[in-house]
């Protein structure tokens, strides 16, 4: 079942990059990111409601759900959908999975589980990683500088999804099943995402294309809940830690894609950034290739 829930992960994640990609555009990303967990919280909770598996919650479980709400169902991928404007979807997954480091860092933080001295050579490996895979577009567009602002909103995406990771950790030593906590969630992050466009004014508005429909009903369906529940069911079963790994093969799929739909073109430096983005995060989790057999992981 693990085995189930981790590929499941990599192949829906990794390919909602793309349809997010194809979100942006015409409505604005505010709009797109509720349309997407309204419709995922209605049917998220209708599921659970109707298979009559929603627990028994608290006060505080609900105060927790509404801050996962935000951090994992709503301002992370305003965070993503903005980044998305000037990123392609292939280097936004490659930063996404940067997520490993945020959870060793964050679980040290909140739950006391000391990172290994191996987080911080990763971290570094993965910094080097991503200037690499980052330079040639930066260089190209080195008088705009909204790329720069961009990678921010992507990190700050990628932060927020680790901090909603933490709370799912406490729901699940709480006993707290993934899907109860993931309706409500959803719930509260449609709910805040609608509070936003009150209070920001942001118009609703509709893109008819089936381009723009059917990636909306991909990423709310599966992306969302299929993809959420089978990724914190696994992290319900191996940690946050190990279960954000799956966030290390994200960029494979999805910068295969990419180069496909949307031109992304491979450079010695991209080639090089990446096999160190991927070699560092399998470092956090102490993960050894053939050539790293005799290597000892520092603790």
């Not at 409505?27 to 997407?36: E, G, K, T």
């Not at 951090?71 to 305003?78: G, I």
């Given at each position: 079942m693990t085995q189930f829930l981790y590929l499941s992960t990599v192949l829906i994640w990794g390919t909602t990059w793309i349809a997010i990609h194809w979100q942006l555009g015409?409505?604005?990303?505010?709009?797109?990111?509720?349309?997407?967990?309204?419709?995922?919280?209605?049917?998220?909770?209708?599921?659970?409601?109707?298979?009559?598996?929603?627990?028994?919650?608290?006060?505080?479980?609900?105060?927790?759900?509404?801050?996962q709400g935000m951090?994992?169902?709503?301002?992370?991928?305003?965070c993503f959908y903005t980044a998305g404007l000037?990123?392609?979807?292939?280097?936004?997954?490659?930063?996404?999975?940067?997520?490993?480091?945020?959870?060793?860092?964050?679980?040290?933080?909140f739950w006391k589980e000391k990172p290994s001295r191996s987080v911080f050579g990763a971290g570094l490996l993965g910094i080097i990683g991503l200037s690499l895979m980052f330079w040639p577009e930066l260089a190209k567009d080195a008088d705009k500088g909204i790329d720069l602002g961009s990678i921010g909103f992507a990190f700050l995406g990628t932060f927020l999804f680790s901090l909603g990771n933490m709370i799912s950790v406490r729901h699940?030593?709480?006993?707290?099943?993934?899907?109860?906590?993931?309706?409500?969630?959803?719930?509260?992050?449609?709910?805040?995402?609608?509070?936003?466009?009150?209070?920001?004014?942001?118009?609703?508005?509709?893109d008819p294309r089936p381009q723009y429909v059917g990636s909306l009903f991909y990423l709310a369906i599966i992306g969302t809940v299929a993809g959420f529940t089978a990724y914190l069911s696994l992290i319900g079963r191996i940690g946050a830690n190990k279960a954000a790994y799956a966030t290390v093969m994200f960029p494979v799929v999805a910068l295969a894609l990419s180069t496909v739909f949307e031109g992304y073109v491979w450079s010695l430096s991209s080639v090089a950034g990446l096999v160190l983005v991927l070699l560092g995060n399998g470092l956090i989790l102490g993960i050894k290739l053939p050539f790293m057999a005799s290597v000892k992981t520092p603790t």
């Open positions: 015409e409505v604005d990303v505010l709009v797109s990111v509720f349309y997407r967990f309204a419709l995922a919280a209605t049917l998220m909770l209708s599921l659970v409601l109707i298979s009559g598996r929603m627990q028994v919650t608290n006060k505080q479980d609900h105060g927790f759900m509404v801050l951090c994992l169902f709503s301002l992370n991928f305003v000037a990123i392609s979807s292939g280097l936004l997954s490659v930063i996404f999975s940067s997520s490993t480091l945020f959870n060793a860092l964050n679980n040290s933080l699940h030593k709480k006993g707290l099943k993934p899907l109860t906590g993931s309706a409500y969630a959803m719930v509260y992050g449609a709910i805040f995402l609608a509070a936003l466009l009150v209070i920001t004014g942001t118009p609703l508005a509709w």
